[in-house]
């Protein structure tokens, strides 16, 4: 699809303008769309291009039913595990399908207040609107540990977010450092791929599940909490043995693919450390056959190698860092009091901070697309409220109410995130 410009008028005076053309942006665009308001979403590049810039074999983990956006579900023809580039294509077919206004290869530099609303400066000028949504990712910034002697590394150290395959390293001995999804799915596809030898390094061994299991999608387990009737959560502790129970039938007893037991179970790093299990096919049986190998962290490097927290020392050729990504949002927003001391956003979704309605923030709850579906209905809510007061005339829809009651609450869902790899 090619995006057309934004129009003029929907530039002029738009009632909401919305940062960033990922999955959490063309939501949020499509249901203030919905809603009767007039947006204009700005890409510093294009739809989705965060997921144009990942690894070629790169599938979706959750299943195709909690992937798509609200209003326009994914096509089954793309399958269980819908592939990256279908996963693209997608985004454009969502954002034509909802005559999303993407105004491409636009950044967005920094909001301020402005009256009642807000004044966004970008690399085409200032623009103005009542509401502003930010969708930058929250995979936003890749992040690389301060490791001592890193620049003096003599082999190739480059972080997941460049890794694109394996053919530059067919041949090769490899260190991935960091067992979170993409880490853990990169060692995979460099076995795969004919690297010579793959190691992982890992500081806090992970929960770890295949995409599915006995035909049951692994990540549609994180929807029985949201089932529950009453208060709906369910102790961490409870989820947590559930979640070894089930690694124990699923993948066999920890020894046999020798990774320690994780610290922390599965519910607990979901509410405490906002990361989910890893999902990843493969990688259990290369443990279990020996053919991937996990060592300790890295704790630094000098000349060709590696020294690991173990005491131990390797030579890869190439390192991979699978070591995360941070928020990036300091600049746009950081001196508005917005952000908590991990630099992500004090109020999510419908939610506001106190001194900043209308500035709302999506897609920093989990890197969960089920969430990010759920957040944009409730944000065209709480705008069209929004929208109204800051036009001083009264909200009129009975969603309007709703959002009214769910906003201006700031801290809902706080949770301190490290940088992390996604899925950690
Ligand atoms: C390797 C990998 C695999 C993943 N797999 C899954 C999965 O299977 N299922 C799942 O639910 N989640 C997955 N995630 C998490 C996933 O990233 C999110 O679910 C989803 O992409 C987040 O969408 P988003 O719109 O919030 O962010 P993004 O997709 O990152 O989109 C952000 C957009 O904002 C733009 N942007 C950034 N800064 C600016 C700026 N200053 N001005 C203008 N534009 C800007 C970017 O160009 C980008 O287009 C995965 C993450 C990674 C890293």
């Given at each position: 699809?090619?995006?057309?410009?934004?129009?003029?008028?929907?530039?002029?005076?738009?009632?909401?303008?919305?940062?960033?053309?990922?999955?959490?942006?063309?939501?949020?665009?499509?249901?203030?769309?919905?809603?009767?308001?007039?947006?204009?979403?700005?890409?510093?590049?294009?739809?989705?291009?965060?997921?144009?810039?990942?690894?070629?074999?790169?599938?979706?983990?959750?299943?195709?039913?909690?992937?798509?956006?609200?209003?326009?579900?994914?096509?089954?023809?793309?399958?269980?595990?819908?592939?990256?580039?279908?996963?693209?294509?997608?985004?454009?077919?969502?954002?034509?399908?909802?005559?999303?206004?993407?105004?491409?290869?636009?950044?967005?530099?920094?909001?301020?207040?402005?009256?009642?609303?807000?004044?966004?400066?970008?690399?085409?000028?200032?623009?103005?609107?009542?509401?502003?949504?930010?969708?930058?990712?929250?995979?936003?910034?890749?992040?690389?540990?301060?490791?001592?002697?890193?620049?003096?590394?003599?082999?190739?150290?480059?972080?997941?977010?460049?890794?694109?395959?394996?053919?530059?390293?067919?041949?090769?001995?490899?260190?991935?450092?960091?067992?979170?999804?993409?880490?853990?799915?990169?060692?995979?596809?460099?076995?795969?791929?004919?690297?010579?030898?793959?190691?992982?390094?890992?500081?806090?061994?992970?929960?770890?599940?295949?995409?599915?299991?006995?035909?049951?999608?692994?990540?549609?387990?994180?929807?029985?909490?949201?089932?529950?009737?009453?208060?709906?959560?369910?102790?961490?502790?409870?989820?947590?043995?559930?979640?070894?129970?089930?690694?124990?039938?699923?993948?066999?007893?920890?020894?046999?693919?020798?990774?320690?037991?994780?610290?922390?179970?599965?519910?607990t790093t979901q509410r405490n450390r906002a990361r989910t299990p890893v999902i990843v096919d493969g990688l259990v049986e290369a443990l279990?056959?020996?053919?991937?190998?996990?060592?300790?962290?890295?704790?630094?490097?000098?000349?060709?190698?590696?020294?690991?927290?173990?005491?131990?020392?390797?030579?890869?050729?190439?390192?991979?860092?699978?070591?995360?990504?941070?928020?990036?949002?300091?600049?746009?927003?950081?001196?508005?009091?917005?952000?908590?001391?991990?630099?992500?956003?004090?109020?999510?979704?419908p939610e506001t901070a106190p001194d900043a309605p209308g500035l709302h923030f999506?897609?920093?709850?989990?890197?969960?697309?089920?969430?990010?579906?759920?957040?944009?209905?409730?944000?065209?809510?709480?705008?069209?409220?929004?929208?109204?007061?800051?036009?001083?005339?009264?909200?009129?829809?009975?969603?309007?109410?709703?959002?009214?009651?769910?906003?201006?609450?700031?801290?809902?869902?706080?949770?301190?995130?490290?940088?992390?790899?996604?899925?950690?």
């Amino acid at each position: 699809m090619t995006v057309a410009p934004p129009r003029p008028a929907a530039l002029a005076e738009p009632d909401a303008l919305i940062v960033g053309a990922g999955p959490a942006g063309l939501a949020a665009a499509a249901m203030l769309g919905k809603a009767g308001l007039r947006c204009v979403v700005l890409d510093r590049s294009r739809i989705g291009q965060s997921w144009r810039d990942r690894y070629e074999r790169l599938r979706l983990n959750s299943v195709r039913w909690m992937s798509g956006l609200p209003g326009f579900p994914i096509e089954r023809s793309l399958g269980r595990w819908v592939s990256r580039d279908d996963y693209v294509a997608y985004l454009e077919r969502y954002a034509e399908r909802y005559g999303i206004n993407v105004s491409t290869d636009t950044s967005a530099e920094r909001v301020e207040r402005d009256g009642a609303g807000w004044a966004l400066r970008t690399s085409a000028g200032e623009l103005r609107a009542p509401i502003v949504v930010v969708a930058t990712g929250w995979d936003n910034t890749p992040t690389m540990p301060p490791w001592p002697g890193a620049s003096d590394f003599t082999g190739e150290l480059l972080h997941a977010s460049a890794y694109r395959n394996a053919t530059p390293f067919r041949g090769r001995d490899v260190l991935v450092a960091g067992i979170g999804s993409s880490g853990a799915e990169i060692a995979v596809d460099l076995l795969e791929g004919g690297a010579s030898r793959v190691t992982l390094a890992c500081r806090t061994p992970p929960n770890i599940f295949p995409r599915q299991w006995m035909g049951f999608p692994i990540s549609a387990g994180t929807l029985f909490e949201k089932v529950l009737p009453g208060p709906g959560r369910l102790p961490a502790r409870v989820g947590d043995t559930f979640g070894r129970f089930f690694q124990r039938v699923i993948n066999g007893p920890r020894h046999s693919y020798r990774l320690p037991h994780s610290p922390y179970g599965i519910a607990t790093t979901q509410r405490n450390r906002a990361r989910t299990p890893v999902i990843v096919d493969g990688l259990v049986e290369a443990l279990k056959a020996g053919s991937i190998q996990v060592k300790g962290e890295i704790s630094g490097f000098e000349g060709a190698e590696v020294v690991l927290g173990d005491g131990g020392r390797v030579r890869p050729d190439g390192v991979i860092a699978a070591t995360g990504y941070g928020y990036g949002l300091e600049a746009l927003v950081g001196h508005l009091g917005v952000l908590d001391a991990d630099g992500g956003p004090i109020a999510r979704g419908p939610e506001t901070a106190p001194d900043a309605p209308g500035l709302h923030f999506i897609g920093y709850k989990l890197p969960h697309l089920y969430e990010i579906a759920r957040d944009a209905r409730q944000i065209a809510d709480a705008a069209v409220g929004e929208l109204a007061r800051a036009r001083g005339a009264p909200a009129v829809a009975d969603s309007a109410r709703q959002g009214r009651d769910a906003g201006h609450r700031a801290g809902g869902g706080q949770r301190r995130r490290p940088a992390h790899d996604h899925g950690q």
